[in-house]
């Protein structure tokens, strides 16, 4: 940080360069109106910035308080400079500055819930959004029920009044709110989760049942949860992107967030009360999330993933450097031709084909340092709705798998070799890490044991799928392959297959 530099905060606005935008309303008048948890670098290039874009067109009371219940703290970031922060839209070599103005306030409550629950219970707010990530759900992937067994559903259930999960976080809110003045909340989820909506009502009402006092009655009556499909690559923030600000601009700003220039934001109309109207800049509201979430999981993400754990084992650090490489590029696109658009449910106005190269082009932009290690967190919170789902339907209409299965066998092998018994090759974070570590130091290099062991894991794999041998077979072929001292092997052995495979088709067809 050069301290001979302002820092960004509202005195500033008016000194900063022509070339960086700044709010196009009154901020002294913007109060509260909504809450979001996880005030991370994707809500600062996603939510807070189409609220900053309605508010400049339809201005009222839909200022943001940031919290966060989970590391970054905000205080010495966003706090101290007013809630402020620099969005930069970065493209090869083309950048955009802009200042966000839409969250008003931040509360840190990383130490205690108390700071978050007085903010969420207060009549004041009407709408909650999060982007806590999909473990941050306490939910079990392969069913989207509340997992009784979590460390802090445990806690939370014993000590409902001081919780450390986001829904007993949430529970306890929405009870305040029942005891003090009865108003509705709407409760929307913004994470890369299938039908997020009915995983946050799910997990939040089974909570609440538990609870009794009918709580949960009370939430059903009052409280929505609509689903969302949210879009715009944002990966974690450097130091080289806080130090650009520095030097391009001459000031200070310790939350810059980057992103693309692409953005998706689709929700469900299924509100408790008032919302802003999204959809006057962008947004779109519908009655199915279902097609658009299905498009962006299984395409973008399943690629997202598929390029990062398989980008690792080849050595590469970045997305882009992945999509750069012959071979991968052609893996993923001929997988999303061939096997994922087949599972894909009708979208209104979208071609998948068109698609295809729309987010795999995305994925090209230099300028966007997306890291693989970074995609590859917490994989066994995504490889259910983004590989999973469809090898499961692909095997309901008796079609191939081999090549979806790569990048499943990709993220086990990812795992495996941060264990004691392959070296430690990269440190992982997954909350799963430890689990297949054990199985890797138990087991050793063998494949259909470690594969057989993984494929166990029920919480993961449901257990008809685990069972399936046509998908036994490809994953444990693959892994061993991706293992082995030629991790791409197993790409170029399944792009191998699946030619002949075509071939083989075509000849039946043509007779």
């Known amino acids: 940080m050069n301290t001979s530099l302002e820092t960004l905060r509202p005195e500033l606005l008016e000194r900063l360069p022509a070339t960086v935008q700044k709010p196009a309303y009154d901020r002294e008048t913007l109060a509260p109106g909504m809450a979001h948890l996880g005030v991370g670098a994707f809500h600062r290039c996603h939510q807070a910035e189409y609220t900053d874009d309605l508010l400049s067109r339809q201005f009222d009371r ?68 999060m982007t806590v990530t999909e473990k941050g759900y306490c ?11 979590h460390p802090d559903i445990v806690h939370d259930l014993a000590n409902p009044e001081t919780p450390r999960s986001v829904p007993g976080i949430l529970t306890q809110a929405l009870e305040l709110r029942r005891a003090t003045h009865g108003r509705k909340l709407t409760l929307l989820s913004c994470d890369n989760i299938p039908t997020n909506g ?34 715009r690559i944002a990966p974690a923030v450097t130091q080289d992107d806080l130090d650009s600000v520095e030097q391009w601009f001459g000031y200070h700003d310790g939350a810059v967030a980057v992103g693309e220039p692409f953005r998706q934001w689709v929700i469900e109309k299924k509100f408790a ?27 973008l993400n399943g690629a997202q993933t598929t390029l990062a754990t398989l980008g690792v084992l080849a050595g590469l650090e970045h997305t882009s450097d992945a999509i750069a490489d012959p071979l991968l590029s052609v893996f993923v696109r001929r997988m999303l031709v061939e096997e994922t658009v087949p599972t894909l449910m009708p979208v209104p106005g979208m071609e998948p084909l068109a698609y295809i190269e729309q987010s795999l082009g995305r994925l090209k932009n230099t300028a966007i340092r997306h890291r693989n290690h970074q995609i590859a967190t917490d994989g066994s919170q995504k490889i259910v709705q983004r590989l ?4 499961r339907d692909r095997l ?31 440190p992982v974070s997954d909350p799963y890490a430890g689990k ?76």
Do not use: C
Request: charged share 20%; aromatic share 6%.
């Open 62 to 129: 839909w200022g943001i308080v940031g919290i966060n219940i989970r590391p970054p703290h905000l205080a010495e970031t966003l706090g101290r400079q007013s809630g402020l922060y620099t969005r930069l839209i970065r493209e090869n070599d083309h950048v955009e500055a802009r200042v966000i103005g839409s969250i008003v306030k931040v509360v840190d409550s990383q130490d205690s819930a108390g700071p978050a629950l007085d903010v969420l219970a207060s009549p004041d707010i009407e709408l909650v959004t």
């Open 436 to 511: 297949v570590a054990a199985i890797a130091d138990a087991t050793g290099r063998d494949a259909p044991a470690l594969a057989s062991a993984i494929l166990a894991i029920d919480t993961i794999f449901d257990p008809g799928l685990a069972a399936n041998e046509t998908f036994r077979e490809a994953i444990t072929v693959a892994l061993g392959e991706l293992l082995s001292d030629n991790p791409m092997a197993a790409v170029r052995h399944s792009l191998e297959q699946d030619e002949v495979a075509r071939l083989k088709r075509s000849k039946q067809s043509a007779l």
């Open 388 to 391: 999973l789902n469809p090898i």
């Open 273 to 299: 009360g008032r919302m802003p109207r999204w959809d006057l800049v962008g947004a779109t509201f519908v009655d199915d999330v279902t097609p658009f979430e299905h498009l962006k999981m299984r395409v």
């Open 139 to 149: 939910h079990v992937p392969s069913t989207g029920e509340l997992d009784l067994g």
């Open 198 to 231: 009915v995983i946050l009502e799910t997990v939040v009402r089974t909570f609440a049942e538990r609870r009794g006092n009918r709580l949960a009655d009370w939430i059903a009556a009052k409280a929505a949860f609509p689903s969302a499909m949210v879009d």
């Open 396 to 426: 309901s209409q008796g079609a191939s798998i081999g090549l979806l299965a790569v990048p499943v066998a990709g993220w086990m092998a990812y795992l495996i070799q941060a264990s004691e018994r392959f070296g430690k090759l990269w």
